[in-house]
């Protein structure tokens, strides 16, 4: 009876090269299918984020109208709803917890008062940064 050597038993316990170029041909394939849809789901997330944020704000500015009895001016913009602007008497913010956010993109929200669709606009440019678009460089819009 023979027992094997230490050598011999070592040597047949890895795993070849192409075992390991098989495997990793494999995890290539997986990423190239899983990669492009777990990053478009990135991109809804973006999207809805920013028409939730959208929503939120319009809820603070309508209480801003509440109490001051207009909407901010185009001039005064999203910053009334964390300080008071000038000469107005009723504001009794701030109406958000936080200072107003940047869009999901890290751009500034687009403000206008009075608004070309209703009492304001207010709207995101989306991932491109441009008027127009389509998919996820699409306009986020309150109307």
Do not use: C
């Not at 023979?2 to 090269?17: E, K, M, N, W, Y």
């Not at 964390?82 to 200072?99: F, I």
């Amino acid at each position: 009876m023979r027992i094997p050597s230490v050598r011999a038993s070592l040597r047949q316990s890895g795993f070849t090269l192409l075992e390991l170029l098989v495997v990793m041909v494999i995890i290539g394939l997986l990423a190239g299918y899983v990669g492009p849809r777990f990053f478009a789901q990135i991109g809804k997330s973006q999207v809805k984020t920013a028409r939730a944020q959208i929503d939120g704000l319009e809820k603070a500015l309508d209480q801003f109208r509440l109490d001051v009895g207009r909407y901010p001016l185009t001039e005064e913009g999203l910053a009334a709803l964390d300080a008071a602007p000038a000469g107005v008497s009723k504001w009794q913010g701030p109406y958000l917890r936080k200072a107003v956010p940047l869009d999901p993109w890290d751009k500034p929200y687009q403000y206008r008062s009075p608004g070309e669709h209703g009492d304001f606009d207010l709207y995101s440019f989306g991932k491109d940064g441009q008027p127009g678009g389509e998919g996820e460089a699409a306009d986020i819009v309150n109307w």
